[in-house]
């Protein structure tokens, strides 16, 4: 059975998948109160926030792989004052390619403070050319720091 036909569509899908939500946030409610009570974490925000995030950079209704949850992801960590992101890309990951790389210039449109790069990580991908591209990535994170403390 696929998952699609166990959620149904319409009412049925979305109690199902709300009922989900409402187990997951149980199970995790213990590590979440620990996590609001730190003083050096953050509690992740709820998923209806990414999702409210991740709308300006594409469609909801993306369900492959991590599907909208990965461009909400990014856009919560901008958001939250991180705005230097790698975003790893492992063994040719079908979601990391066509959404990850795929909301990068619209979240640097959104969040000009963004400083977002995409490595590959996998057997084609040369070392040489990921730490470049890491490298890169924190040059422009050092020297766009170095600009905040000047002005």
Avoid at 1 to 18: D, I, P, Q, R
Avoid at 102 to 113: C, M, N, S, T
Avoid at 120 to 146: C, F, H, T, W
Wanted: hydrophobic share 45%; proline share 5%.
């Amino acid at each position: 059975m696929h998952w699609s036909e166990f959620l149904g569509t319409g009412k049925t899908g979305a109690f199902v998948a709300n009922s989900a939500i409402r187990v997951i946030r149980m199970v995790r409610k213990t590590a979440l109160e620990a996590l609001e009570n730190s003083k050096r974490f953050e509690a992740p925000m709820p998923i209806e926030k990414i999702a409210d995030l991740a709308r300006p950079l594409l469609s909801i209704g993306n369900q492959y792989g991590e599907g909208w949850f990965l461009a909400g992801e990014m856009a919560e960590l901008i958001s939250s004052g991180v705005p230097n992101i790698v975003c790893i890309q492992p063994f040719a990951c079908l979601p990391n390619h066509v959404v990850g790389k795929g909301v990068i210039k619209q979240l640097r449109k959104l969040y000009p403070a963004s400083n977002v790069v995409a490595v590959d990580y996998d057997p084609g991908a040369s070392e040489v050319n990921q730490l470049n591209r890491i490298k890169l990535m924190l040059s422009v994170a050092k020297k766009r720091l170095e600009e905040n403390e000047n002005s």
